[in-house]
């Protein structure tokens, strides 16, 4: 339960405090506008080497300096499963003074109509998640940037079918998720139930990050690749995970180039 005095009272400790402390203003690097958050190490792997156009053994990205940039953006991995990890590096990220967050990562389909392969933009995520509610009072969505996720529709929507090994290029949905922290914890009452409420698909991340990123004023989206699904009452696995890996790679390569210049 949260405190009653949780959205009135000042926090203890703040990221700019703890950012000034590590980096002085006056060592830091500008931020890139965009930080692309990527879940996957393959896809991060991927990523960096289509920054510097070869592959590359540097260490993982810093939080605050991150090393992978082309123009205005920035790559960050290595964040951790689920929203607490993803909501404190933005802290940094906003401190830092970036302006805009993208995540990329996988989700499982809620229903037969979003398929393996298939790509939802969330147009809002359904608060189950353990994060959102020490940044907003208790409602049940959190909403991410209409203008962001409109951009990133309008650059999705421009794949070539050249671009996907698959046969067909993947569905795209601008749809509801449900955020859960706890994958164990799924039941078949709530798989009926949000289902039935439009919801496409159940992630770890989103809800944190949109609710987060409201109080930061930082804008925020997310981008996700359906690998499994519980849309028929048990749990499935994409039978083919090279090509879950292909489409987040082109989902990355599409996000670089939108948000690079």
Same mark, same amino acid.
């Given at each position: 339960?949260?405190?009653?005095?949780?959205?009135?009272?000042?926090?203890? *400790?703040?990221?700019?405090?703890?950012?000034?402390?590590?980096?002085?203003?006056?060592?830091?690097?500008?931020?890139?506008?965009?930080?692309?958050?990527?879940?996957?190490?393959?896809?991060?792997?991927?990523?960096?080497?289509?920054?510097?156009?070869?592959?590359?053994?540097?260490?993982?990205?810093?939080?605050?300096?991150?090393?992978?940039?082309?123009?205005?953006?920035?790559?960050?991995?290595?964040?951790?499963?689920?929203?607490?990890?993803?909501?404190?590096?933005?802290?940094?990220?906003?401190? %830092?003074?970036?302006?805009?967050?993208?995540?990329?990562?996988?989700?499982?389909?809620?229903?037969?109509?979003?398929?393996?392969?298939?790509?939802?933009?969330?147009?809002?995520?359904?608060?189950?998640?353990?994060?959102?509610?020490?940044? *907003?009072?208790?409602?049940? %969505?959190?909403?991410?940037?209409?203008?962001?996720?409109?951009?990133?529709?309008?650059?999705?929507?421009?794949?070539?079918?050249?671009?996907?090994?698959?046969?067909?290029?993947?569905?795209?949905?601008?749809?509801?998720? %449900?955020?859960?922290?706890?994958?164990?914890?799924?039941?078949?009452?709530?798989?009926?139930?949000?289902?039935?409420?439009?919801?496409?698909?159940?992630?770890?991340?989103?809800?944190? *990050?949109?609710?987060?990123?409201?109080?930061?004023?930082?804008?925020?989206?997310?981008? *996700?690749?359906?690998?499994?699904?519980?849309?028929?009452?048990?749990?499935?696995?994409?039978?083919?995970?090279?090509?879950?890996?292909?489409?987040?790679?082109?989902?990355?390569?599409?996000?670089?180039?939108?948000?690079?210049?």
């Amino acid at each position: 339960m949260t405190h009653p005095e949780k959205y009135t009272s000042k926090p203890i *400790l703040s990221a700019q405090t703890l950012l000034d402390r590590m980096y002085p203003a006056s060592q830091r690097k500008a931020p890139p506008k965009t930080i692309l958050i990527i879940m996957n190490k393959t896809v991060l792997n991927f990523a960096k080497a289509l920054i510097w156009g070869k592959s590359s053994r540097r260490t993982p990205p810093n939080v605050i300096t991150p090393n992978y940039f082309i123009g205005g953006a920035g790559l960050l991995g290595n964040t951790g499963v689920g929203g607490a990890g993803v909501v404190s590096y933005l802290e940094y990220l906003a401190a %830092w003074g970036v302006q805009q967050m993208v995540l990329i990562g996988t989700a499982g389909s809620l229903t037969t109509n979003v398929s393996f392969g298939d790509i939802v933009v969330p147009s809002q995520s359904y608060r189950d998640d353990a994060v959102s509610n020490h940044y *907003l009072p208790a409602a049940e %969505w959190a909403h991410p940037s209409l203008k962001l996720n409109q951009s990133i529709l309008k650059s999705l929507k421009q794949f070539k079918k050249s671009e996907f090994r698959s046969s067909k290029p993947p569905s795209i949905y601008e749809a509801a998720v %449900w955020t859960t922290p706890a994958p164990f914890r799924e039941t078949q009452a709530e798989l009926r139930d949000y289902a039935a409420r439009g919801m496409v698909a159940v992630e770890m991340e989103t809800a944190s *990050l949109f609710a987060a990123a409201q109080v930061l004023k930082v804008k925020a989206a997310a981008v *996700l690749v359906i690998s499994d699904s519980l849309a028929s009452g048990s749990h499935q696995v994409a039978p083919n995970q090279s090509m879950i890996d292909q489409q987040l790679q082109n989902v990355t390569r599409n996000l670089i180039r939108l948000f690079k210049d």
